[in-house]
């Protein structure tokens, strides 16, 4: 079940950030848009564990989930939503490969857990193969903007790696669904959005009624956030933090072939390399993390 559900996790993530162009392409504002579908996410799951009698009110008050939720859904996506506006879909997926590295650089030097040299060697190649994928559409003449945004995801990044690393102790703290878990850290998360876009957006109405602005919403609601992130979530709680962020290097390869498909964009050289480069980085990363768990399976059939 892990194996299935990452692979299910890698291919949603992996065409998200096209879904996130789309509508912000289609005028949606950026921290609106992202808001909107965070909240509405989270308060739909929680709604549906209310009605299964799963969760208690007294859990949206848990200071732990608001953190949470400042860093894997506000952090992260505030600045991914505002980037999008200045680079391309694949540049983003590119950029936000850089989850893990500094999951595992935040673990080793500031939390001073050690970390294997095959998981640091995995996260270099890994991010060597993202760069050689897209490469060839990065122009030399290069918009003040363009900077901006890549360095908006980056930090993003630090924030979706702090939240990731505080998750699993979350987990250890509030006993309850990873669903539940997840649902109210995208409100919190979702509301802040809503309010940062209060102060900072103008929102017409008029762009929120396109098809491609309601697909893209839809989308991102249901299939990106509320089945999505629970994966995620779920993940992290059963084996460790860098072993479901390592989706990160798969989701270049998709967003590379959602551009062949819909866009026509050329398939080079370059791209072989790259993906290739990129599976070999996600073995090497996840390797650690793989072996422990096969370990464990194979004592627990054994026992």
């Avoid at 994966?231 to 072993?243: A, E």
Wanted: aromatic fraction near 14%; hydrophobic fraction near 55%.
């Amino acid at each position: 079940m892990i194996i299935l559900f990452y692979l299910l996790m890698c291919f949603i993530f992996g065409t998200t950030f096209l879904a996130i162009k789309i509508g912000v392409d289609a005028g949606i504002p950026p921290f609106f848009g992202a808001g909107l579908r965070f909240f509405s996410a989270g308060f739909l799951l929680f709604l549906f564990m209310r009605w299964k009698d799963k969760v208690s009110l007294k859990i949206l008050f848990r200071k732990e989930l608001f953190f949470t939720g400042v860093g894997l859904t506000f952090g992260t996506f505030a600045t991914l939503y505002w980037a999008e506006q200045y680079v391309s879909s694949g540049v983003a997926a590119v950029l936000s490969a850089t989850g893990p590295m500094m999951i595992l650089i935040i673990s080793s030097l500031l939390l001073k857990q050690k970390t294997s040299h095959t998981s640091m060697i995995g996260c270099m190649i890994g991010l060597a193969g993202v760069v050689v994928l897209i490469l060839p559409s990065i122009s030399l003449n290069v918009h003040f903007l363009w900077i901006m945004g890549c360095l908006a995801i980056v930090v993003g990044e630090v924030f979706y790696a702090s939240g990731t690393i505080y998750t699993k102790q979350v987990k250890e703290k509030i006993v309850a669904s990873p669903l539940v878990l997840n649902a109210v850290q995208m409100m919190h998360g979702g509301f802040l959005l809503l309010l940062l876009s209060l102060i900072t957006e103008k929102v017409q109405p008029s762009s929120l009624i396109h098809t491609a602005s309601i697909g893209s919403l839809l989308y991102l609601i249901i299939i990106g956030s509320m089945v999505g992130h629970s994966l995620y979530y779920w993940l992290v709680t059963k084996t460790d933090p860098v072993f479901p962020s390592t989706w990160l290097y798969i989701s270049p390869l998709i967003a590379v072939g959602l551009g062949v498909t819909f866009y026509q964009e050329e398939m080079t050289w370059y791209t072989g390399i790259g993906a290739a480069t990129i599976l070999l980085g996600t073995i090497l990363v996840n390797y650690p993390a793989l072996q422990s768990l096969l370990w464990k399976k194979t004592l627990s059939q054994k026992g």
